[in-house]
């Protein structure tokens, strides 16, 4: 099993920046991807950013030149350092983590943390 922890989250005014955190912990071995989702209310997850073991990060398009994804695969942590933040970006942002057990591809969820961007 693995367990994700979420920090970071909180008021930001418009424009302002926030940075999130996510460690795993467990059996955190063979992980291919961690990444960043977030929830509207009575919306599914949508991806944010992620961070693949091997090759490029990927944004969403509405996140561009305003988020940017890092960590390190290796030792489960991965980051999310938001920028120039809009009110449409107030959301629960939610780690993911991404594994390879066995021949099965697993995925794992942190317990969110909201993000919140008001004036």
């Known amino acids: 099993q693995v367990q994700l922890v979420e920090s970071g989250g909180g008021l930001v005014h418009p424009g302002g920046s926030l940075r999130l955190s996510c460690t795993a912990s467990?059996?955190?071995?063979?992980?291919?991807?961690m990444g960043w989702y977030r929830q509207y209310p009575g919306k599914e997850r949508e991806l944010v950013a992620v961070l693949p073991s091997s090759g490029s990060s990927n944004y969403r398009e509405s996140v561009k030149g305003r988020f940017t994804i890092s960590g390190d695969i290796a030792n489960s942590t991965v980051y999310l350092q938001m920028n120039s933040l809009k009110p449409e970006d107030t959301a629960v942002y939610y780690c993911?983590?991404?594994?390879?057990?066995?021949?099965?591809?697993?995925?794992?969820w942190g317990q969110g943390t909201q993000v919140t961007v008001s004036s």
């Open positions: 993911k983590l991404g594994q390879v057990n066995r021949g099965t591809y697993r995925t794992y």
């Open positions: 467990g059996s955190t071995f063979r992980i291919v991807i």
